[in-house]
C-alpha cells in the first residue's frame, strides 16, 4: 500500500513505472519490458485485467516471446510458494515456468528463502501484534521453500550498494499508513548492516536434486548438464 500522496489509479502506476526505472537503473538492467497487468493485491478483486486472474498460457506466451528476444539462458522467478504467498508472485512462477518450456530456457532459478527461519519470524510478528505477521495470505506454514530443496546459495555482497539503491527507489512502497514498513527499515540500514543480513540469496533450480549448493546461478550451464546432475 502506498501513502497518501503518492495516489491511486493511473497516477500510482506512472509512480510505480518510475520507481521500477530507477530500480533497473541501479542494478544495470540492460532492458525492462511492462506486460501491462495490474496488481491484484494480497487479494485479487474481480478485475479481469490484475495478474492473477489472466490465463497463464496468455502471460506465459508474452514472457516465452521476451526470452526467444534475449536468447536467454536462466531464468529467476519467484518460488511456488510465491514467496509469502502474494498471487502475483504465485502467478509469475506458474506464467515463468510455462514460458521457459515453450522458449526451450535451460535454467530456471527460484528465488526464495529458507522457509523455517521465516515462517518462525512471521509467527513472532503476528503473535506481538506487527501487520507483517499477518501479510502470508495463505498462512504461515505455506510461505517460501523447504531449505532441503534449496540448490543454490549465492554471496552477493559485492552488490550490496548496488542492492540497497534498487530497493530505496522504491519509495511508494516504503510509506503508508500504519508502522513503518520493513521495506523501508531495510533500505535505511547503514551498507555494512545491509551487506551483512542481504548479501546472500538462494533459488531453488528446478529439475535439479539439492544434493549441493552452487554458489553462482550460471553453474549449471558450464556443467553441462541443466536442470541434472549435482
Do not use: N
Amino acid at each position: 500500500m502506498a501513502g497518501p500522496a503518492d495516489g491511486s489509479g493511473a497516477r500510482l502506476a506512472r509512480t510505480r513505472a518510475a520507481e521500477l526505472d530507477a530500480a533497473a537503473a541501479a542494478l544495470g538492467v540492460h532492458r525492462v519490458v511492462r506486460l501491462g497487468f495490474g496488481d491484484s493485491g494480497l487479494h485479487p478483486t474481480r478485475d479481469e485485467d490484475c495478474l492473477a486472474r489472466r490465463d497463464v498460457e496468455d502471460i506465459a506466451l508474452l514472457l516465452a516471446e521476451i526470452l526467444d528476444e534475449e536468447r536467454a539462458d536462466v531464468l529467476t522467478i519467484y518460488d511456488a510458494h510465491g514467496g509469502y504467498g502474494h498471487p502475483d508472485h504465485v502467478q509469475v512462477h506458474r506464467a515463468g515456468t510455462r514460458a521457459a518450456c515453450l522458449a526451450g530456457t535451460p535454467v530456471v532459478l527460484e528465488a526464495t528463502l529458507p522457509g523455517q527461519v521465516f515462517r518462525l519470524v512471521l509467527r513472532l510478528l503476528r503473535l506481538l501484534g506487527h501487520p507483517l505477521g499477518r501479510s502470508a495470505p495463505y498462512g504461515t506454514d505455506r510461505v517460501f521453500a523447504d531449505p532441503r530443496t534449496i540448490t543454490h546459495s549465492v554471496r552477493v555482497r559485492s552488490q550490496a550498494r548496488a542492492k540497497r539503491a534498487a530497493m530505496a527507489a522504491h519509495s511508494s512502497q516504503r510509506r503508508g499508513p500504519g508502522p513503518r514498513r520493513l521495506v523501508d527499515h531495510l533500505a535505511s540500514l547503514p551498507l555494512p548492516v545491509f551487506a551483512a543480513l542481504l548479501g546472500r540469496e538462494w533459488y531453488v533450480e528446478q529439475g535439479r536434486l539439492a544434493r549441493d549448493r552452487r554458489g553462482d546461478v550460471f553453474a549449471s550451464l558450464r556443467a553441462g548438464r541443466p536442470g541434472g546432475g549435482s
